[in-house]
């Protein structure tokens, strides 16, 4: 089947007859200022330069030349042939700690960005990195949360993540066990994809240590990568809660001070074969990134479309062909060629 990209383009072959009446006007008005200082038959002779039928030839070359032009802009298809694309990529569940302390600085500063804010703004980062992989979103505290299921919806992934707020965590602690368990079970059953979870927290005050490690062992041995991400600084600072006030111990009556176990962090990370950065790490995000590129891709999903034939190129090459004979046929007659005998006569005796 033959068919046009922008087929009201094709209206312009109609200058190809308009150009080839002005040109029979051209000749006529010619021939008639000619008919003025004689007869044509007379008048030939003294004009042995000019040829009678190059013009038409090089104005039938130009036609022809125009209307390939044309028809070339106007996109031709032929015909139409399914072509399957295929995505490759990974899934990531991302693990985000929304216990109290992550409403703490993320720096030995009080008045610091607090963790939480620089969480969002790494996992933001990380997200738009993400190319054709699946992403999905858990928030833990004293228990474990689905936000949203393995997705390749980012918008929305990232909307989720902006919306996560400790303050609204009712039951507070860091059940880690929990969320590892959760993030192993949000995966898709198909086993040939890599899957990892990134899990975002300061590791302090976990309530069971073997627990966690267990889980970070069972994900590793199911193929799941686990990377962690530390928060906070390794000097204690206090957790803000509203108006300037801190939380404070009950038992003691002080502000409760909280600090980035970076050891325990990083050994959560070595039991889930992957990798610990710190995100006030300049480099973070690039050794994130680095990691999950580690994890085999395979086929996520893949889709047919229609895809047509182009002819355009074939068009413009049949046009260029005609314009470069076009220029080398001059509208004259070729005087050296007259001198030139191709057949020598022989003589007579």
Same mark, same amino acid.
């Given at each position: 089947m033959f068919s046009? +990209?922008?087929p009201k383009l094709l209206l312009l072959l109609l200058l190809v007859p308009a150009f080839i009446v002005l040109y029979a006007w051209a000749r006529y008005a010619r021939r008639k200022n000619l008919n003025k200082f004689g007869q044509?038959?007379?008048?030939?002779? =003294?004009?042995?330069?000019?040829?009678?039928?190059k013009p038409p030839i090089k104005?039938? #070359?130009?036609?022809?030349?125009?209307?390939?032009l044309v028809i070339a802009f106007a996109r031709p298809w032929g015909g139409v042939k399914d072509e399957k694309t295929v995505k490759e990529g990974i899934e990531v569940v991302i693990?985000?700690?929304?216990?109290n302390s992550m409403l703490a600085s993320s720096t030995a500063d009080e008045k610091g960005i607090d963790r939480m804010r620089t969480a969002k703004l790494i996992l933001e980062k990380l997200i738009n990195r993400l190319d054709n992989d699946r992403v999905g979103l858990i928030v833990y505290a004293g228990d474990a949360y689905t936000l949203i299921p393995v997705t390749s919806d980012y918008v929305s992934a990232k909307m989720f993540l902006n919306s996560i707020d400790p303050s609204s965590i009712d039951n507070q602690g860091t059940n880690i066990t929990a969320a590892i368990d959760m993030a192993a079970k949000s995966f898709s059953e198909d086993k040939k994809i890599g899957k990892a979870i990134i899990l975002i927290t300061d590791a302090e005050d976990l309530e069971d240590t073997q627990s966690v490690m267990d889980a970070a062992k069972t994900a590793a041995r199911n193929g799941i990568q686990l990377d962690v991400v530390?928060? $906070?600084?390794?000097?204690?600072?206090? &957790?803000?809660?509203?108006? $300037?006030?801190? #939380?404070?111990?009950?038992?003691?009556?002080?502000?409760?001070?909280?600090? #980035?176990?970076?050891? =325990?962090a990083t050994e959560i990370s070595?039991? $889930? /074969? $992957?990798?610990?950065? *710190? +995100?006030?790490? *300049?480099?973070?995000? *690039?050794?994130?990134?680095k990691q999950?590129?580690?994890? /085999? /891709?395979?086929? #996520?999903?893949?889709?047919?479309? +229609? &895809?047509h034939d182009e002819l355009f190129a074939i068009f413009v090459w049949f046009a260029l062909a005609l314009i470069v004979v076009d220029i080398f046929v001059l509208d004259r007659k070729i005087g050296?060629?007259? /001198? &030139?005998t191709f057949f020598k006569k022989e003589d007579k005796k």
């Open positions: 046009f +990209a922008y044509l038959r007379v008048l030939t002779p =003294l004009m042995p330069e000019v040829s009678p039928y104005l039938t #070359l130009e036609m022809m030349a125009l209307a390939l693990a985000v700690d929304a216990s530390g928060l $906070g600084s390794t000097t204690p600072v206090p &957790i803000p809660v509203r108006n $300037g006030a801190y #939380l404070i111990d009950p038992e003691t009556g002080e502000p409760v001070r909280t600090a #980035l176990n970076e050891d =325990l070595s039991a $889930g /074969k $992957g990798i610990y950065v *710190n +995100a006030s790490n *300049n480099d973070a995000l *690039n050794e994130l990134d999950l590129d580690t994890v /085999k /891709k395979s086929a #996520l999903e893949s889709s047919f479309s +229609a &895809i050296w060629l007259d /001198k &030139i």
